[in-house]
């Protein structure tokens, strides 16, 4: 035995002091590289079976560091916390780099924190280079580590473009959960303020959850309940290269926040939302639901659509209570398994439920109220409906082709008619009769009522362009048709050459456009 023991220690003593060093830390400063190689001296602790070696560095601040390990293997990094081996794993990489190399970008809080440079194959050997940069990037410059429970005021820059909202700007924070926790995120500003929440420490991840105005005004709010982890907060606006100022905060919680059932909605916009199992439905027992609140100025045309991929239910209650007097429900009213409710309202306040026709379905959706004042007494609207030929049944053989141009709100009438009175017996015509005559008018319209000028032409023969013909551009008296539905109409005509005006009742020859008019008339 004795022998035995002494063979050992005069082996330790014998081998190379490299070896015994071998799975030790090197210390790596900032914005330096070290090279090294892997060989079976040392062991990977976060991948069995492969081969490590182990980097140490500390920060005295908070800062976002890229390290990058480059090698002809296939390599893999880790980042830990401590100055230890088997220090919690912060973040890893495979092939964030360039081809397979690995690439970690992280904020980090001051401290001490250990590299693990290893391979994503087993037993393997060879050289590779691993370096530390810190600050030294626009996702530095842009980007610091956010301490739970504070407030941290922050500035929107140009420098700083948002990564999920084109043409913004934006500030990025990374923070830590060492457990699961109950988080709430506010960004608060002058401005309109969006958040994004990402999973890791990457501005590029897949967002996790966002919010445009669920905090107070145009504040955005997320609520959420995190495993352990580190993630990244963008910090944003819902406006274009808005500058400006702003505080963000992480509020961890010990206990589960009681989710926020109740919201205002303003109509005429889309909201997305979320059932959710702390939401429960007021009357459809075992449902979960979110409710809306709106007020009216006045007495409004309102639809209440509410989309879902889920099969979506709506109730409207008075008053601003979820227990409100339940004044229309429905259930597929809308496109598909979509509900929608369409009603007139006097002046006050409403409450919305959105819900689900089954029970205990979770899953997003988009509601919103839509209004147009009660058109009970409103004028009639004209439109491209009203484009057919008209004609007013005592004056048979005479007209008039209506045609309206919505998207410049503009209309033109040919009116063909006779002359005042009938000419001798003895004049004649070479293509029709001698009293045909045929006048345009153009001009603007707003609501009922078009108001046009009268053209006259003069000269010309039939489809020639010679002699020139002659239109007096100041126009020839006016035009004016006011409608009072899709087939009825009064012209009031004041032809100033003549002294001449009066009025004409006018309706359609036929009527199949009358549906179509009816449809675009609706407000």
């Known amino acids: 035995m004795k022998k035995i023991c002494f063979s050992?220690?005069?082996?330790?003593?014998?081998?190379?002091?490299?070896?015994?060093?071998?799975?030790?830390?090197?210390?790596?400063?900032?914005?330096?590289?070290?090279?090294?190689?892997?060989?079976?001296?040392?062991?990977?602790?976060?991948?069995?079976?492969?081969?490590?070696?182990?980097?140490?560095?500390?920060?005295?601040?908070?800062?976002?560091?890229?390290?990058d390990l480059e090698s002809?293997?296939?390599?893999?990094?880790?980042?830990?916390?401590?100055?230890?081996?088997?220090?919690?794993?912060?973040?890893?990489?495979?092939?964030?780099?360039?081809?397979?190399?690995?690439?970690?970008?992280?904020?980090?809080?001051?401290?001490?924190?250990?590299?693990?440079?290893?391979?994503l194959?087993?037993?393997?050997?060879?050289?590779?280079?691993?370096?530390?940069?810190?600050?030294?990037?626009?996702?530095?410059?842009?980007?610091?580590?956010?301490?739970?429970?504070?407030?941290?005021?922050?500035?929107?820059?140009?420098?700083?473009?948002?990564?999920h909202r084109t043409n913004s700007y934006a500030k990025y924070y990374t923070f830590t959960l060492s457990t699961a926790q109950?988080?709430?995120?506010?960004?608060?500003?002058?401005?309109?303020?969006?958040?994004?929440?990402?999973?890791?420490?990457?501005?590029?991840?897949?967002?996790?959850?966002?919010?445009?105005?669920s905090g107070s005004g145009t504040n955005s709010r997320i609520i959420r309940s995190l495993s352990a982890?580190?993630?990244?907060?963008?910090?944003?606006?819902?406006?274009?290269?808005?500058?400006?100022?702003?505080?963000?905060?992480?509020?961890?919680?010990?206990?589960?926040?009681?989710?926020?059932?109740?919201?205002?909605?303003?109509?005429?916009?889309?909201?997305?939302?979320?059932?959710?199992?702390?939401?429960?439905?007021?009357?459809?027992?075992?449902?979960?639901?979110?409710?809306?609140?709106f007020t009216l100025l006045s007495s409004q045309d309102v639809t209440i659509d509410l989309k879902s991929s889920q099969n979506s239910y709506l109730f409207l209650l008075n008053g601003s209570g979820q227990s409100g007097t339940?004044?229309?429900e429905n259930n597929n009213g809308g496109a598909g398994n979509n509900a929608r409710i369409s009603i007139t309202l006097s002046a006050g306040t409403y409450t919305v439920e959105a819900t689900t026709d089954g029970a205990a379905v979770t899953g997003s959706y988009v509601v919103s109220v839509n209004t147009s004042p009660n058109c009970v007494d409103c004028p009639f609207q004209i439109n491209a409906g009203l484009n057919d030929t008209w004609f007013n049944p005592a004056t048979n053989g005479q007209g008039m082709n209506i045609t309206v141009y919505p998207v410049i709100k503009m209309m033109f009438v040919t009116w063909f008619t006779f002359d005042v009175e009938r000419p001798p017996g003895d004049v004649t015509a070479m293509l029709g009769g001698p009293g045909q005559r045929w006048l345009v008018a153009q001009g603007p319209y707003d609501d009922d009522t078009a108001n046009l000028t009268i053209y006259v032409t003069e000269g010309g023969v039939f489809?020639?362009?010679?002699?020139?013909?002659?239109?007096?551009?100041?126009?020839?008296?006016?035009?004016?048709?006011?409608?009072?539905?899709?087939?009825?109409?009064?012209?009031?005509?004041?032809?100033?050459?003549?002294?001449?005006?009066?009025?004409?009742?006018?309706?359609?020859i036929v009527l199949d456009n009358v549906p179509l008019c009816e449809l675009l008339a609706e407000p």
């Not at 030790?24 to 976060?46: F, H, Q």
């Not at 909605?265 to 809306?292: E, Q």
């Open 121 to 163: 194959t087993l037993a393997t050997t060879g050289s590779f280079t691993v370096s530390l940069a810190s600050s030294n990037s626009t996702f530095a410059a842009c980007s610091s580590y956010l301490e739970h429970n504070t407030n941290v005021p922050g500035t929107w820059t140009a420098d700083c473009p948002s990564t």
């Open 8 to 67: 050992l220690l005069l082996l330790l003593f014998l081998l190379p002091g490299h070896l015994l060093a071998a799975c030790t830390n090197t210390t790596i400063v900032a914005n330096s590289s070290e090279m090294g190689s892997w060989d079976s001296s040392c062991s990977s602790t976060n991948r069995p079976g492969a081969y490590a070696k182990f980097f140490t560095f500390t920060l005295v601040s908070a800062q976002a560091i890229v390290i």
């Open 229 to 293: 982890g580190s993630y990244t907060i963008e910090a944003t606006t819902n406006l274009i290269a808005t500058t400006g100022s702003f505080t963000v905060s992480v509020t961890v919680a010990s206990e589960p926040p009681a989710p926020d059932c109740d919201y205002l909605i303003d109509v005429n916009t889309d909201v997305a939302g979320t059932w959710k199992a702390g939401c429960l439905s007021t009357h459809r027992v075992g449902r979960y639901a979110d409710f809306y609140t």
């Open 463 to 508: 489809d020639s362009a010679e002699p020139a013909t002659f239109t007096d551009q100041d126009g020839d008296g006016t035009l004016t048709l006011e409608f009072s539905s899709c087939n009825e109409g009064l012209v009031t005509y004041d032809i100033t050459s003549l002294d001449l005006s009066g009025e004409i009742p006018i309706e359609r």
């Open 182 to 213: 109950n988080v709430t995120i506010d960004l608060t500003s002058d401005k309109d303020a969006y958040l994004y929440l990402m999973s890791g420490t990457d501005k590029y991840g897949t967002p996790i959850a966002s919010d445009n105005n």
């Open 72 to 119: 002809s293997q296939d390599d893999y990094l880790f980042l830990l916390s401590g100055t230890g081996q088997n220090g919690i794993k912060l973040d890893q990489d495979n092939d964030s780099g360039v081809g397979d190399n690995a690439r970690i970008s992280h904020n980090l809080p001051a401290g001490t924190y250990t590299i693990e440079a290893t391979t």
């Open 326 to 328: 339940v004044i229309g």
